[in-house]
């Protein structure tokens, strides 16, 4: 590191870099150093194969920093595979199920007066943006995944989908109906743009099977489009502080009831 500063100054009177990242080692889930003769080497080429490159980067970037050393842990992918992009994926088909009976293609203007809930989610959703942002800039790209993946996870699918089904299925073509089209696309379309420099190769076809009906972008990639930027306008920080309460307050009696039982 010491002689590209040396050279570039020389050379150029300049730093030859700004920001630099070293890796760690990559250990075996014991936390011993991988050798073929202790038989605990993975074979890269056969783990991407199995489980692709997405899901092996995303376990590895959430699982710790790059500078540290990791872990490494066949199963550990196989949960991200199931618990983050399972999910998203089930989050995704969902929507495209009843938006696609329903002839959804985001023509209509915006809805402005939105159910509590949406306001909710939009506000977590920016929340997720400003923080995100912040992390990218730091070069904190495990908080990156963290962030992404309990939003997705715990605000997303377990509270927002599960709380709005009803809306989906309702039969008329409401304002209320397409409000939570509306606003579960904006979620969809923005993880896809923030989560795409870690698992690029699963949030194209995710931003394109979006845009593909909407038209919203002319863009054909979402590495091509501009990373998301928060809306203050849309975070009402009230809604998510009493949402956040109910949530406590949820898991506590979750946590109770499965200890009587």
Same mark, same amino acid.
């Given at each position: 590191? *010491? /002689? #590209?500063?040396?050279?570039?100054t020389?050379?150029?009177?300049s730093v030859a870099?700004?920001?630099? $990242?070293s890796?760690?080692?990559? #250990?075996?889930?014991?936390?011993?150093?991988m050798?073929?003769?202790?038989?605990? +080497?993975v074979?890269?080429? @056969?783990?991407?194969?199995? *489980?692709?490159p997405d899901? /092996?980067?995303?376990? $590895?970037?959430?699982?710790?920093?790059?500078?540290e050393?990791?872990?490494f842990? #066949?199963?550990g992918?196989?949960?991200v595979?199931?618990?983050?992009f399972? @999910?998203?994926?089930? !989050?995704?088909?969902?929507?495209?199920?009843?938006?696609?009976?329903?002839?959804?293609?985001?023509?209509?203007?915006?809805?402005?007066?939105? %159910?509590?809930?949406?306001?909710?989610?939009?506000?977590?959703?920016?929340?997720?943006?400003?923080?995100v942002?912040?992390?990218?800039?730091?070069?904190? %790209? /495990?908080?990156? +995944?963290?962030? &992404?993946?309990?939003?997705?996870?715990?605000?997303?699918?377990?509270?927002?989908?599960?709380?709005?089904?009803?809306?989906?299925?309702?039969?008329d073509?409401?304002?209320?109906?397409?409000?939570?089209?509306?606003?579960?696309?904006?979620? #969809?379309? !923005?993880?896809?743009?923030?989560?795409a %420099?870690i698992? %690029?190769?699963? $949030?194209?076809?995710?931003?394109?099977?979006?845009?593909?009906v !909407?038209?919203?972008? @002319?863009?054909g990639?979402?590495?091509l489009?501009?990373?998301?930027?928060? @809306?203050?306008?849309?975070i009402?920080?009230? &809604?998510?502080?009493?949402?956040?309460?109910?949530?406590? &307050?949820?898991? $506590?009696v979750?946590?109770r009831?499965?200890?009587?039982?």
């Amino acid at each position: 590191f *010491y /002689t #590209l500063h040396a050279i570039a100054t020389a050379v150029f009177d300049s730093v030859a870099y700004k920001n630099v $990242m070293s890796n760690g080692l990559v #250990l075996d889930k014991n936390g011993q150093k991988m050798a073929k003769r202790l038989g605990n +080497a993975v074979d890269p080429f @056969t783990t991407l194969e199995k *489980y692709g490159p997405d899901a /092996t980067r995303w376990y $590895m970037i959430s699982n710790a920093n790059p500078w540290e050393n990791l872990k490494f842990d #066949l199963e550990g992918i196989d949960e991200v595979r199931r618990k983050f992009f399972g @999910t998203l994926y089930n !989050t995704y088909s969902f929507f495209a199920l009843y938006a696609n009976v329903d002839g959804f293609t985001y023509a209509e203007k915006n809805v402005e007066n939105r %159910p509590e809930i949406d306001r909710w989610i939009l506000s977590e959703l920016n929340l997720l943006v400003k923080e995100v942002t912040a992390f990218y800039q730091d070069y904190e %790209p /495990t908080k990156v +995944a963290r962030a &992404i993946n309990n939003f997705v996870n715990d605000n997303l699918s377990n509270w927002y989908v599960r709380l709005c089904r009803r809306r989906f299925w309702k039969g008329d073509y409401s304002e209320d109906k397409i409000s939570a089209y509306q606003t579960l696309y904006t979620c #969809l379309e !923005t993880i896809s743009k923030i989560a795409a %420099p870690i698992a %690029p190769f699963f $949030m194209d076809p995710l931003y394109q099977d979006l845009n593909k009906v !909407t038209v919203k972008n @002319t863009l054909g990639s979402v590495q091509l489009t501009d990373s998301p930027r928060s @809306t203050e306008d849309l975070i009402v920080q009230e &809604i998510v502080d009493k949402a956040q309460l109910a949530q406590q &307050i949820t898991t $506590m009696v979750f946590s109770r009831r499965k200890e009587e039982n």
